[in-house]
């Protein structure tokens, strides 16, 4: 496990899956957490419940990533609020899916908006509150290194576009002592993407493993990034997928 104790974590996206299981994860290695969440208020302030259980201070922000306005009021609110930032954990996202032709103006908006646009105004608002010893980490997807199917590239556009920030943060940010990742999920048994659902073998199929990951798995690679051990580690784009892009 990581010794977080003392610092304070910002997730995206943090009241469902692979989101609130980072913001779990960070919590039982001692960090203080707040999430975001759109409408999912309920399953937010379960998730900042289970953080107060671990004796930790959790926080549920509502900010939908798509306004950066509020993507800006949420770093913010985690200042004002938890004291401090430094962790700060990209995870919001959606799942736009169909034939590229038929992708019009508003999805293409928004899609680049919560992958891309929400990471780097995120990103940018939590700079100034990050001393050294800071991280920025970006939940991609291991569909932004291999397409292995049609319907699929929006979605995999603006997450590929995460890798590129990636790289440019870590030469900015490098020099403070800031380290910036993005961690690419495989196929993850989550209520998005159930295990058990009629497509799952397929996808499982494609893994070395022969296996989904379960969130806990990411977190747990977000945890290693976030602590002292993952001090070294920056620029990288680690796959967490079972194989799928071996």
Same mark, same amino acid.
């Given at each position: 496990?990581?010794?977080?104790?003392?610092?304070?974590?910002?997730?995206?996206?943090?009241?469902?899956?692979?989101?609130?299981?980072?913001?779990?994860?960070?919590?039982?290695?001692?960090?203080?957490?707040?999430?975001?969440?759109?409408?999912?208020?309920?399953?937010?302030?379960?998730?900042?419940?289970?953080?107060?259980?671990?004796?930790?201070?959790?926080? &549920?922000?509502?900010?939908?990533?798509?306004? #950066?306005?509020?993507?800006?009021? &949420?770093?913010?609110? $985690?200042?004002?609020?938890?004291?401090?930032?430094?962790?700060?954990?990209?995870? &919001?996202?959606?799942? =736009?899916?169909?034939?590229?032709?038929?992708?019009?103006?508003?999805?293409?908006?928004?899609?680049?908006?919560?992958?891309?646009?929400?990471?780097?105004?995120?990103?940018?608002?939590?700079? #100034?509150?990050? /001393?050294?010893?800071?991280?920025?980490?970006?939940?991609?997807?291991?569909?932004?290194?291999?397409?292995?199917? #049609?319907?699929?590239?929006?979605?995999?556009?603006?997450?590929?576009?995460? $890798?590129? %920030?990636?790289?440019?943060?870590?030469?900015?940010?490098? #020099?403070?002592?800031?380290?910036?990742?993005?961690?690419?999920?495989?196929?993850?048994?989550?209520?998005?993407? =159930?295990?058990?659902?009629?497509?799952?073998?397929?996808?499982?199929?494609?893994?070395?493993? /022969?296996?989904?990951?379960?969130?806990?798995?990411?977190?747990?690679?977000?945890?290693?990034?976030?602590?002292?051990?993952?001090?070294?580690?920056? /620029?990288?784009? %680690?796959?967490?997928?079972?194989?799928?892009?071996?």
């Amino acid at each position: 496990m990581s010794d977080l104790r003392g610092r304070v974590a910002l997730v995206t996206g943090g009241s469902r899956g692979i989101g609130a299981a980072i913001a779990l994860r960070l919590a039982r290695d001692g960090a203080d957490v707040a999430l975001t969440y759109v409408n999912a208020q309920e399953r937010a302030t379960a998730v900042v419940r289970e953080i107060e259980s671990l004796g930790r201070r959790g926080v &549920a922000i509502r900010a939908d990533s798509a306004d #950066p306005t509020a993507v800006t009021a &949420a770093v913010d609110a $985690t200042v004002e609020r938890l004291g401090r930032l430094d962790v700060l954990v990209n995870n &919001a996202g959606i799942f =736009p899916f169909g034939p590229f032709e038929k992708v019009d103006a508003e999805e293409l908006d928004r899609t680049i908006a919560v992958h891309i646009r929400a990471a780097f105004v995120a990103a940018q608002a939590a700079s #100034p509150y990050l /001393g050294r010893g800071g991280r920025i980490i970006n939940i991609g997807s291991n569909l932004a290194e291999f397409v292995g199917r #049609p319907g699929i590239t929006l979605y995999a556009m603006t997450k590929s576009a995460l $890798t590129g %920030l990636t790289r440019g943060l870590a030469r900015e940010l490098g #020099p403070r002592g800031i380290t910036v990742n993005t961690v690419h999920p495989g196929s993850t048994d989550t209520d998005m993407n =159930p295990a058990d659902a009629p497509h799952a073998e397929a996808q499982r199929a494609q893994t070395a493993l /022969g296996r989904f990951q379960s969130a806990d798995d990411v977190a747990a690679t977000v945890a290693h990034l976030a602590g002292e051990d993952g001090r070294t580690i920056t /620029g990288a784009a %680690l796959l967490v997928d079972s194989g799928a892009n071996a």
